[in-house]
């Protein structure tokens, strides 16, 4: 059964850093796509970034602030961002995608403010 566990999300001021990080467990695959979503409240929930076999995939309202990489050894993603918004203030979620089925980890709240 595969679990994904995110972790780094906090209270940070505006064009500060954070890194959240998410670790799977179980069977996962290096093929299949990994990525992070977010939900701000009130909004549908959006694409962030997505990595797959070392192709990333940003969203235009994080490109050039924000990196996402991966450790397929340790079953691991991570999301760098840098230069934070207050409109970046969201749950961040962890996704796997095997194909048949869609992973979610239980989201981390980044909360952007002086």
């Known amino acids: 059964q595969v679990q994904l566990v995110e972790s780094g999300g906090g209270l940070v001021q505006p064009g500060g850093s954070l890194r959240l990080s998410c670790a799977g467990s179980?069977?996962?695959?290096?093929?299949?796509?990994m990525g992070w979503y977010r939900q701000a409240p009130g909004k549908q929930r959006e694409l962030v970034a997505t990595?797959?076999?070392?192709?990333?995939n940003y969203a235009d309202s994080v490109k050039g602030r924000f990196t996402i990489s991966r450790d397929n050894a340790k079953k691991m993603v991570h999301l760098q961002m840098n230069s934070l918004k207050p409109e970046d203030t969201a749950v961040y979620y962890c996704?796997?995608?095997?194909?048949?089925?869609?992973?979610w980890g239980q989201g981390t709240q980044v909360t952007v403010s002086s």
């Open positions: 990595i797959t076999s070392g192709t990333t």
């Open positions: 996704t796997l995608n095997t194909g048949l089925n869609d992973y």
């Open positions: 179980g069977s996962i695959l290096s093929i299949w796509p």
